[in-house]
């Protein structure tokens, strides 16, 4: 590593490296700019390929092509409708016929029995995937805001609630570019303290994610990798967070090399050569654990994966080329007001690291017991959380027009009115399966419709009685599944919104019982081969998963008696303990390999302080900024989002504040050299000098004392 390290910050190559990713920026931006284009969010591209209701969709296209979405547009008036309200609508109805992005004969108006309000059906094209519904609903919208004075329309249904969850990701891009690149600046200036050196990380981050995006819409557009807002959005987290983490421990570490040599170009090759190691093991962890996702059921999951780690991947290729180039261009004036010179004090040794280190190693045993009780009872609020799925109404932090449309539908009429359940059987037994599906309990008898036929396949709809993203409609779903399937010979299927919702549900709890132990295992071997120990990367591995389930347990009790969520998403618990587990053992990976580092030259206990004292502030700073960048999440109206990005935010805080710099040191120093075992270093005597150590501020930065 050390000749590579040399070669990139060499005295000309570094213009080469510079010149290099200026003409790959610029070649690949376009392509960055068209990922948007490139995101599915329908249905299919979310749901496992072989759910039932996936294959519903399929099949359906035969009998209701999949880009035709019906909207529902609601009248209501208290006291019940006049005259006048029906002329209104019979007037709105006729103006529906026009619209452009009509897919058919629009139905209704279909009055609800207490008199109260009316519904009418509008299909429209979707040619474009459910995003592109948007421009008709808003004239939809536009058409009916002028009722008559007292009579209240709303435009809901299918259509409806896809235009705003659209409208709530629009600029998702750009939103979390400012947000997490603005977290990131000022961080970078609060590190620095310098007016200059901001930029150079900034840069490379935007190059990094320009990059990223590139080779993802290139992987969506030819080979059909999935991508959704939802991967997008967190590349976008993922590459700022830590491809400024990995830029934090190369400068800190090249600051230090500075104090050591008199040229630049050797300081920054001797910080590559130190600090790679690390960073190139954290990034392998990240993209292991991400890849792991690619096992998933879910299509949005496994889409996740790849993104993620191309994502990691690219930021760790132009932060150790990049930036060190670029450090190395503008040369040392770029830490002005303090500029690190040969010879001056290393801060790290006297400062508060140093010291919370000699305090911790006073009573290390009783510490880390009771920072690790600490974050057990924490853990406790994990019995809080509903990873159960999010209705309609509970997946928005803000209101939505739709939502207020669905609780009219609720209120005068069958609950899943413009949601129906679907019904797919053998056309030989139509007949058999619509009875059996009329009978179900939940279900509107007088709904299901005559079954149609086409190439031998019968298709059939019924409404549900009860809210389409309610618990009893979920009910009502698995009941209807078990009557339509018991019918001998029809290969009866069922789907609809309700079950898509249902069946991601329990797909995503499938994910998670598959997916964290794998990646619980992949991370793990990755800290063998690093560390080359078996007992560090199991005190390692506890230390993070104490640290997720306490940032999990804080994360459901301020979820629902804080912010109000109804749940989280059933995705939830994977996402989090993936970024989680996989960042969370980043920040212990650049500790304890520092910690080793020192151990062969100072003795395990020696080492262990003056890696705390020497990672300390930078490791830190790191956590700070990907608890910033994920907290950016928050910025989003979409609750999944805002529970994803406060969860991760606040556990990388656990884990940087109090389990690296606390529960980790104090179980090195109380474990002592059998933290290394079974290699030789677990086996070295401890030296004279570090039995006799004074545990003061100054411990960082005695010298070894020469033992026979």
Same mark, same amino acid.
């Given at each position: 590593m050390s000749q590579v390290a040399g070669w990139i910050t060499h005295r000309y190559v570094k213009y080469v490296v510079i010149a290099f990713w200026l003409v790959v920026t610029a070649l690949l931006g376009p392509l960055a700019g068209k990922l948007t284009s490139a995101q599915e969010n329908d249905a299919e591209s979310w749901l496992p390929a072989d759910a039932e209701s996936t294959e519903v969709l399929a099949a359906a296209a035969a009998f209701q092509p999949d880009d035709v979405v019906p909207a529902v547009v609601v009248y209501e008036r208290d006291g019940g409708l006049r005259p006048s309200d029906q002329e209104t609508v019979a007037a709105d109805v006729a103006a529906f016929a026009d619209l452009d992005g009509l897919a058919g004969d629009v139905v209704g108006p279909i009055p609800s029995q207490d008199g109260e309000a009316v519904q009418v059906i509008v299909p429209i094209e979707a040619p474009d995937g459910w995003d592109s519904l948007g421009p008709t609903v808003e004239s939809i919208r536009t058409t009916v805001a002028q009722g008559a004075d007292g009579l209240v329309p709303y435009v809901t249904g299918p259509a409806g609630l896809a235009a705003d969850q659209?409208?709530?990701?629009?600029?998702?891009?750009?939103?979390?570019?400012?947000?997490?690149?603005?977290?990131? &600046?000022?961080?970078?200036?609060?590190?620095?303290?310098?007016?200059?050196?901001?930029?150079?990380?900034?840069?490379?981050?935007?190059?990094?994610?320009?990059?990223?995006?590139?080779?993802?819409?290139?992987?969506?557009?030819?080979?059909?990798?999935?991508?959704?807002?939802?991967?997008?959005? !967190?590349?976008?987290?993922?590459?700022?967070?830590?491809?400024?983490?990995?830029?934090?421990?190369?400068?800190?570490?090249?600051?230090?090399?500075?104090?050591?040599?008199?040229?630049r170009h050797a300081a920054m090759?001797?910080?590559?050569?130190?600090?790679?190691?690390?960073?190139?093991?954290?990034?392998?962890?990240?993209?292991?654990?991400?890849?792991?996702?690619?096992?998933?059921?879910?299509?949005?999951?496994?889409?996740?994966?790849?993104?993620?780690? !191309?994502?990691?991947?690219?930021?760790?290729?132009?932060?150790?080329?990049?930036?060190?180039?670029?450090?190395?261009?503008?040369? =040392?004036?770029?830490?002005?007001?303090?500029?690190?010179?040969?010879?001056?004090?290393?801060?790290?040794?006297?400062?508060?690291?140093?010291?919370?280190?000699?305090?911790?190693?006073?009573?290390?045993?009783?510490?880390?017991?009771?920072?690790?009780?600490?974050?057990?009872?924490?853990?406790?609020?994990?019995?809080?959380?509903?990873?159960?799925?999010?209705?309609?109404?509970?997946?928005?932090r803000t209101a939505q027009p739709s939502i207020a449309g669905e609780k009219v539908l609720e209120d005068h009429f069958d609950g899943g009115a413009g949601a129906p359940v679907v019904v797919l059987a053998d056309a030989s037994q139509a007949d058999a399966v619509r009875v059996a599906f009329a009978g179900v309990e939940g279900i509107d008898a007088d709904s299901v419709s005559e079954p149609v036929v086409t190439d031998g396949l019968a298709y059939l709809e019924g409404t549900l009685e009860s809210a389409p993203d309610s618990d009893a409609a979920d009910a009502t779903v698995d009941r209807v599944r078990d009557a339509v399937h018991a019918v001998p010979d029809a290969d009866a299927m069922v789907g609809g919104s309700t079950a898509i919702d249902l069946d991601a549900q329990r797909a995503s709890a499938a994910d998670n =019982?598959?997916? &964290?132990?794998? !990646?619980?295992?992949?991370?793990?071997?990755?800290?063998?081969?690093?560390?080359?120990?078996?007992?560090?990367?199991?005190?390692?591995?506890?230390?993070?998963?104490?640290?997720?389930?306490?940032?999990?347990?804080?994360?459901?009790?301020?979820?629902?008696?804080?912010?109000?969520?109804?749940?989280?998403?059933?995705?939830?618990?994977?996402?989090?303990?993936?970024?989680?587990?996989?960042?969370?053992?980043d920040y212990n990976i650049f500790l304890m390999t520092r910690v080793r580092e020192e151990a062969l030259r100072l003795g395990h206990r020696r080492g262990a302080l003056v890696g705390l004292a020497a990672t300390g502030g930078v490791i830190t700073s790191a956590g700070l900024v990907l608890a910033g960048t994920f907290a950016a999440l928050g910025t989003l109206p979409v609750v999944s989002f805002a529970e994803i990005g406060f969860a991760v935010a606040l556990g990388v805080l656990l884990d940087t504040l109090v389990v690296?710099?606390?529960?980790?040191?104090?179980?090195?120093?109380?474990?002592?050299?059998?933290?290394?075992?079974?290699?030789?270093?677990? =086996? =070295?005597?401890?030296?004279?000098?570090?039995?006799?150590?004074?545990?003061?501020?100054?411990?960082?930065?005695?010298?070894?004392?020469?033992?026979?």
């Open positions: 659209s409208k709530a990701f629009e600029g998702i891009d750009s939103t979390l570019l400012f947000a997490a690149g603005g977290v990131v &600046i000022v961080m970078l200036l609060l590190t620095y303290r310098s007016p200059v050196l901001w930029l150079l990380p900034v840069v490379s981050a935007v190059v990094a994610l320009t990059v990223a995006q590139a080779v993802v819409y290139v992987l969506a557009d030819r080979f059909d990798l999935t991508v959704n807002a939802q991967s997008a959005g !967190i590349l976008t987290v993922l590459v700022f967070g830590a491809g400024t983490d990995y830029a934090l421990l190369l400068v800190a570490r090249y600051r230090e090399e500075l104090r050591k040599h008199g040229d090759a001797e910080a590559l050569h130190r600090a790679s190691p690390a960073i190139i093991a954290s990034a392998a962890t990240v993209a292991a654990g991400m890849l792991v996702l690619l096992l998933a059921t879910m299509n949005s999951t496994a889409g996740l994966g790849p993104v993620a780690a !191309i994502g990691i991947g690219v930021a760790l290729l132009v932060m150790l080329t990049l930036l060190p180039a670029l450090l190395v261009t503008f040369g =040392r004036w770029v830490f002005w007001p303090k500029v690190p010179h040969l010879g001056d004090d290393e801060p790290t040794t006297h400062g508060v690291w140093a010291r919370i280190g000699a305090q911790v190693a006073r009573h290390p045993r009783r510490i880390w017991l009771a920072t690790a009780a600490v974050l057990a009872v924490a853990s406790i609020g994990w019995l809080q959380l509903d990873p159960t799925g999010l209705s309609n109404e509970e997946s928005f =019982r598959l997916l &964290i132990p794998i !990646i619980l295992l992949v991370v793990f071997l990755v800290l063998v081969l690093l560390l080359r120990s078996l007992v560090a990367p199991l005190v390692l591995m506890g230390t993070v998963v104490l640290s997720f389930g306490a940032a999990i347990g804080i994360s459901a009790l301020v979820f629902r008696y804080a912010f109000g969520f109804g749940g989280t998403d059933s995705s939830f618990p994977l996402f989090t303990f993936v970024f989680l587990v996989a960042l969370g053992v690296r710099s606390i529960l980790v040191t104090a179980l090195n120093l109380d474990i002592g050299p059998r933290m290394w075992w079974p290699s030789a270093l677990s =086996r =070295r005597p401890e030296p004279t000098h570090a039995r006799h150590a004074v545990d003061g501020p100054d411990a960082a930065r005695q010298e070894p004392v020469p033992t026979r």
